[in-house]
């Protein structure tokens, strides 16, 4: 299993640059530094809910959006957010590809008004291969409240390119934006972008060679950057070129001999290869410190002294990771103690209206076992899923979103990098492993920020460590029915809280151990490098938190599994009332795999369900109550209390439940994450090392547990 | 202190120091070209991570963490 190209997952990338639009249509990229509110420019341009969050590298892949000013279509495509065109990483890639050979008819480069200098590089990266450029600066309400003031008029001037102030998030200045870009991409602007030179020498190796790249690009891509690419040895240009134009610059024999005499004057005039690089892009950092120190005043020196106190806290040597692990245990806490009563209720008033629709449907005449196939299989199901999943999606979310909108994953990153180090691991997989708190899938698409093959390759396969939404509902509700009596009053929450907490820390451990046992082994290889922006803190929008998580998570995760659960349901009916030999197939497949359940302190049942879950984890538990009330007495259950009789009935301990939350925690992704890790790694034996991985490190655990309390006369 | 040029790893927090030398090579050469790490750029040290790796950085208006590899091989000097 090596390290190729394929399983790197370069060849998903290509696909992602065409364009479908009509004629007439405009293409606008929107690109930019990581973590400038990009893809709140995007929303609010396009209306659209791609995800938004205060960290860098949520924006993995082109999304597009549509939007319509002044009677013109307008196809906007999110670009991954870069520091820097150079193609260092598959992001950056997709980045510079899109805006060199996407044919975008404007390029927006969105920016941080809080930290110009930094983002201007990109701008100047940017203005040297099109001429086509608005600059967005964004957050200006930031910048005023650190009492930073921006000249954009003179900035515009000094760019030769639009200057445009927004405020994404309130959609200040984006009719502005649009105004100019609409008159960028009609020629109504007089553009004069400003021009880079670089030292003598360079412009001089520069003329050699630009006439024949001019030839042989014609007018399709800038022939003085190539011909800077081309200097600089950057090889990967080459091959995109041919790629995406199917013009062969390597092939050409007389480019490569001006090549050559363009290097050889460069060597003789002092420039010796590796010089060539740190001079042009010094001469960027240079340009661009000058700009903003000419159009940029900081009024208050100390702007950032309060984020810098509240790191000296969240990071701090004593409390960083206290805090960190106490913020866990309260959304736990918040979630399980929140959850109790809107779920009861929402059971009440499901398992309620079971008799009226009972009737609706009987009284139409349909025959029995079609009512006790919608009802009892498909309805019940459903109900269970509804109210045990959506109270605790509907609190988890949010506070999660707040602490991402604030900034504080950044920190998590920072905080835990020595961990991933040692694990020789890459710092933000800290990163992708927090989304996969919300959904691996998700975790799974966003190691593409993970720069090298080898270590984004190690978060993939142990995104699943930690647990997804369609987990948690299952973590938590076990926690309570086996844990939550322990202490009574005011407290009774804190003993799942606890619980809960104890097995996200053990997925991360777990994750951890993984990461060095793959680098050791299969995946050998020493920690690249890293480096992570701590982006200044940001006031959440807690209105616009609610709505995004309530309505782009929740009822997104609730769809699946309603989607799933019903027909789930419907084939756990079936199995549990076609009998061959006067024996269910439920129960022919549960006694198959009961002696395999009973050895991980399990029994079949719950194996099957995890096995019948796989399309979705989120229906594992009602596959359960499926099976033993369709196979047992039929229970009325619409409280935890009654659901923990109905598990009490089928034999189940507190090493039952114990074990249940461990394989929830690991056994195979589900399948939406396998599908996306094939996708990503575009290999088969790396999808199946994801599958065998987690299940392997479960069987492992509960094997070790279910012996180790049997040995001591614990269960 | 003052004048002496150190590894940037070996700053103390709440000092700064002045960019001399890039000893590092090929892509994280460019990442920290890219980031602004160019000679005489003005750097501070602001908080390290509760194991003491990585550094947080103040560079060029943005804070960033590196690892002690990646700050060990920037030369400094000190402010």
């Known amino acids: 299993m090596g390290l190729t190209n394929r399983s790197t997952g370069s060849n998903v990338l290509q696909e992602e640059l065409k364009i479908e639009c009509a004629p007439g249509d405009k293409i606008i990229a929107l690109s930019g530094n990581p973590n400038v509110g990009k893809s709140t420019v995007f929303n609010s341009l396009t209306g659209m809910n791609q995800h938004t969050g205060n960290w860098p590298g949520k924006t993995v892949a082109n999304a597009r959006g549509r939007c319509r000013h002044r009677g013109r279509n307008f196809i906007i495509v999110d670009i991954p957010g870069t520091y820097s065109l150079m193609a260092n990483s598959a992001e950056e890639e997709i980045a510079r590809d899109f805006v060199c050979f996407g044919n975008p008819d404007a390029v927006v480069v969105v920016t941080d008004a809080t930290c110009l200098e930094r983002n201007l590089n990109l701008v100047l990266q940017i203005l040297e291969i099109t001429d086509k450029v608005v600059v967005c600066v964004n957050l200006i309400d930031e910048a005023e409240r650190k009492k930073i003031r921006i000249d954009f008029a003179e900035l515009s001037r000094r760019l030769g390119v639009p200057v445009i102030p927004t405020n994404a998030r309130r959609k200040k200045g984006l009719n502005e934006l649009m105004d100019a870009v609409y008159a960028v991409t009609n020629g109504k602007i007089r553009l004069n972008p400003i021009k880079i030179t670089y030292d003598k020498a360079i412009e001089q190796a520069v003329e050699i060679i630009q006439p024949e790249v001019r030839k042989l690009t014609g007018g399709r891509i800038n022939n003085r950057w190539v011909a800077l690419k081309l200097l600089d040895g950057d090889e990967h240009i080459i091959g995109s070129i041919s790629r995406h134009t199917g013009i062969d610059l390597a092939g050409n024999a007389n480019l490569a001999a001006l090549l050559g005499k363009a290097k050889q004057y460069l060597a003789e005039n002092g420039i010796k290869p590796e010089d060539f690089r740190d001079k042009t892009v010094s001469r960027l950092v240079t340009v661009a410190e000058e700009l903003s120190r000419e159009t940029v005043t900081f009024e208050n020196r100390q702007y950032n002294s309060i984020d810098r106190k509240i790191d000296r806290v969240l990071t701090s040597k004593i409390f960083g990771l206290p805090v960190m692990l106490a913020l866990l245990a309260m959304i736990l806490w918040l979630t399980v103690e929140g959850a109790n009563l809107p779920s009861s209720i929402l059971a009440d008033f499901l398992f309620g209206i079971e008799k009226k629709i009972s009737e609706i449907i009987l009284s139409s005449g349909s025959p029995a076992w079609l009512h006790d196939i919608l009802v009892h299989g498909m309805y019940r199901t459903l109900a269970w899923v509804v109210s045990v999943m959506l109270p605790p999606m509907a609190i988890f979310f949010p506070l999660f979103t707040f602490l991402e909108d604030l900034g504080y994953l950044p920190r998590v990153a920072f905080n835990l990098d020595n961990f991933f180090k040692k694990a020789c691991a890459h710092g933000k997989q800290a990163l992708t492993m927090c989304m996969g708190f919300g959904c691996n899938a998700a975790g799974v698409i966003g190691c593409r920020i993970i720069e090298s093959p080898r270590e984004r390759l190690i978060a993939i396969l142990t995104n699943n460590f930690v647990p997804c939404n369609g987990r948690f509902p299952t973590l938590i509700a076990i926690s309570v029915i086996f844990f939550g009596g322990a202490i009574g009053g005011a407290f009774q929450s804190a003993v799942p809280t606890l619980a809960v907490t104890g097995v996200v820390l053990f997925g991360i451990i777990i994750t951890l151990l993984v990461s060095r046992i793959l680098s050791k082994t299969v995946l050998k290889g020493y920690p690249s490098s890293f480096a992570l922006e701590l982006p200044p803190y940001r006031r959440p929008q807690i209105g616009r938190i609610i709505i995004r998580s309530i309505f782009d998570r929740t009822l997104f995760v609730l769809g699946r599994a309603v989607a799933i659960a019903a027909p789930a349901g419907l084939v756990i009916w079936i199995m549990a009332n076609v009998a061959v030999n006067d024996i269910s197939l439920l129960k022919h497949a549960a006694d198959f795999l009961e002696p395999f359940g009973r050895l991980l302190g399990m029994d079949g049942y719950i194996l099957m369900a995890f096995i019948l879950g796989l399309p979705a984890n989120e229906i594992v538990i009602p596959i359960i109550i499926m099976s033993y009330t369709a196979s047992g007495a039929m229970l009325e259950f619409d409280t935890l209390k009654d659901l923990k009789q109905l598990l009490d009935a089928n034999g189940w301990t507190w090493l039952t439940g114990l074990n249940v939350m461990l394989f929830s925690l690991m056994h195979f992704p589900c399948g939406t994450t396998l599908w996306t890790i094939r996708k990503e790694t575009g290999s088969m034996k790396w999808t199946l090392a994801a599958f065998a991985i987690p299940t392997a490190a479960g069987i492992a655990v509960c094997l070790i547990i279910a012996a180790a309390a049997r040995i001591f006369g614990l269960a | ?79």
């Open chain 2, 1 to 79: 202190m003052k004048g002496i040029t150190i590894p940037l790893n070996c700053l103390p927090v709440g000092k700064k120091a002045k960019v001399k030398l890039l000893r590092s090579d090929g892509i994280i050469r460019r990442r920290m070209l890219d980031l602004g790490l160019i000679p005489d750029t003005v750097v501070e040290a602001i908080q390290k991570s509760p194991s003491g790796d990585p550094t947080a950085y103040y560079i060029r208006g943005a804070v960033m963490a590196l690892r002690s590899e990646e700050a060990g091989r920037i030369l400094v000097e000190m402010a």
